[in-house]
Structures are given as structure tokens and as C-alpha cells.
């Protein structure tokens, strides 16, 4: 009886530890801890700093977004934006070069540093959308979710937009404001197509997004990007119109940005420490901060207990024992 019951017990933590075992495999084909590690940081910028996870699991239709080379930005910050600006730098203090800068800093301009470890830097993400390209090609993505990169240059500056669209919550949008959409899309645009199309630079709604001269669009961009109905009109009202300045001007806009405040925080910018999407709010009651703010909650349960990386590319690829093209 006593042998029975330690074969029974061996056996019992060798399926445990094959359980064990299990659990820390992916089943997506990263080359290499590194890789994993800079998708992390690559999908937490997206998601997380600039509001990619309410396009992917809420009601923000599209997420789009600049990206430069971050290292010359800080400089220039300090260069070329009045002194009086509330401004913050995030600085990862285990780098080098950007320790070097924070300590060139006199000590005014080091209260406007927000310093992080290499771990919690995710800003520097230029060089790591070639990690996602390299996984990309490698599994079959989802039809429900457009992710791009479309590259910009001026005499300026030089950088590419990373582009994140639900499809299906970005046609429906079309459709409801379809006559609001149509002198920028056509009398008869069908909103799949359009929305489909997006990835083209030369599509109109592309153009759309990100328009040449965005006084005349601000109401289309506000809803493309999530702002709301009420906010992205208020918006448009305020910038548009001469006429109404004297009633507008005391009209003030409210920023809702969280970032700071995520900052102080362990972890930042995480699957449990995010904040909203950053937009300019005019409502006392906002709609759109209200069910933001119960999105924010459902990202959260999505996220609890499972790995980021994992669980985020189980939205972005349809997985099958089919899909890997390795």
C-alpha cells in the first residue's frame, strides 16, 4: 500500500511539472527571449501609451500615431518649448547616453524627468517594429484588425505612422455618420472597403486621418480616433468658425491625460497600471470618458493572469495548427 502510494505521488508531480512545463511555452514562434522582450515593450507603447487597447478590445475605432526617433526629441524638448510648459521627458536611467543627458540637465529642467527602468522604457520603439514584421510574417493575421506602419517625411523630420484599426468598429462608424464621411469618401463609399483600403497611403481614407489640412477635418478625425460625437463637434466649433470666438473662447477644453499619474505607479503602462485614451473633453458628464472608463476595467479582467504578449497576439492572429508559415 505504501508503494502504491508513492508511484500515485510521483506520478502526481510529474504531471505537475508538465503542467509547469506547458504553461511557460508559447505557442507563437518568437525567435528569441529578446525578440519576446521588445514585442513586450513594442505592444505596451501601442496598447497602453497611446490607447491601442481600446481599439483592440473596447469602442476606439482606429489608434495612429507618430513615431520618431525619441532620442534627438529629448533634446530638442528642452530646446525649442517654453520654459513655462508642463512638460515631462520619460528617461530610461539605465541607458547610457540618456543618463548622460539627465545629469547635463540643470536641476529646473530634471523636476520635468520622469526617470524609468530599462524594463518600464517603452519609448524607444523605432528600432523594434522590425521584430514584429519579422513575427508577422510568420502567422496568419486576424481580418478584424488592421496593424501598419506608413512612413512620413518632411524637411522637418523623418518617422512613420503606426496604424491600429478594428475593422468592423471602424465601418460601423462610417456607416452611422455616413453623410458626414461623404464629402471625403464619396456618395456611394461602401465603409468595409474604405475601411479595408486604409492601409494604402493613397486611400481617401487614409487621407481622412490624416489630412493635409486638418482645420476642415476635425470632426471626421475626432470620431475616427475615438473622441466622441459630442467632443469631435465641440472641437470643430471652436477651431472652425470666427463668428462664434466670443462664445467659444470661454469654452475651455479639458485634457484627460492620465499619463503622469500611471507613472507613479509600480510597473507602468501595463496590462493592470493604464490609463484612458488621451483626448480633449468638453462635457461635465462625458459619454465617452464614461465608457472608456468601463472599457478600462474589461482590458483589465482580459489581461488578469495571463502572459501580455501572448494574449494580445491572440486578438492579431488567427491561431491554428495551420497558420505558422515557418
Not at 257 to 269: L, R, T, Y
Not at 301 to 317: E, G, N, P, S
Request: proline share 4%; aromatic share 14%; glycine share 4%.
Amino acid at each position: 500500500m505504501m508503494k502504491l502510494k508513492i508511484r500515485f505521488l510521483l506520478v502526481f508531480i510529474v504531471i505537475l511539472s508538465s503542467c509547469g512545463l506547458n504553461s511557460s511555452v508559447s505557442k507563437y514562434p518568437y525567435e528569441s527571449k529578446a525578440q519576446k522582450k521588445n514585442l513586450e515593450k513594442l505592444f505596451r507603447n501601442i496598447l497602453f501609451w497611446e490607447g491601442g487597447a481600446y481599439t483592440l478590445l473596447g469602442s476606439k475605432p482606429i489608434t495612429s500615431f507618430e513615431v520618431v526617433d525619441s532620442r534627438n526629441i529629448k533634446e530638442e524638448i528642452f530646446n525649442h518649448f517654453p520654459s513655462g510648459l508642463d512638460i515631462k521627458i520619460y528617461i530610461n536611467k539605465d541607458d547610457e547616453r540618456d543618463l548622460k543627458f539627465y545629469h547635463s540637465l540643470n536641476s529646473k529642467n530634471k523636476q520635468k524627468v520622469v526617470l524609468l527602468s530599462d524594463n518600464d522604457y517603452i519609448f524607444d520603439i523605432m528600432p523594434l517594429w522590425k521584430d514584429w514584421e519579422d513575427l508577422d510574417r510568420k502567422v496568419k493575421k486576424s481580418k478584424r484588425y488592421l496593424l501598419f506602419k506608413t512612413e512620413f517625411s518632411s524637411d522637418e523630420e523623418e518617422g512613420y505612422y503606426i496604424t491600429l484599426v478594428n475593422v468592423l468598429q471602424t465601418a460601423c462608424l462610417l456607416k452611422k455618420h455616413y453623410e458626414l464621411f461623404k464629402p471625403l469618401l464619396g456618395d456611394n463609399f461602401d465603409p468595409i472597403e474604405e475601411t479595408l483600403n486604409i492601409i494604402d497611403p493613397k486611400s481617401k481614407l487614409w487621407k481622412c486621418l490624416h489630412p493635409k489640412n486638418l482645420q476642415n477635418h476635425h470632426q471626421q478625425v475626432g470620431l475616427l480616433l475615438g473622441f466622441g460625437y459630442e467632443n469631435s463637434q465641440i472641437f470643430h466649433w471652436k477651431h472652425s468658425s470666427l463668428s462664434r470666438q466670443d462664445f467659444f473662447k470661454e469654452i475651455q477644453g479639458i485634457s484627460n491625460s492620465m499619463h503622469d499619474e500611471v507613472c507613479q505607479k509600480s510597473h507602468p503602462f501595463s496590462s493592470n497600471n493604464f490609463p484612458l485614451p488621451m483626448f480633449v473633453t468638453f462635457l461635465p458628464n462625458d459619454p465617452t470618458w464614461t465608457k472608456y472608463s468601463q472599457e478600462h476595467e474589461q482590458i483589465i479582467a482580459y489581461y488578469k493572469d495571463k502572459d501580455f504578449l501572448d494574449a494580445t497576439l491572440d486578438l492579431l492572429v488567427e491561431f491554428s495548427s495551420t497558420a505558422l508559415s515557418l
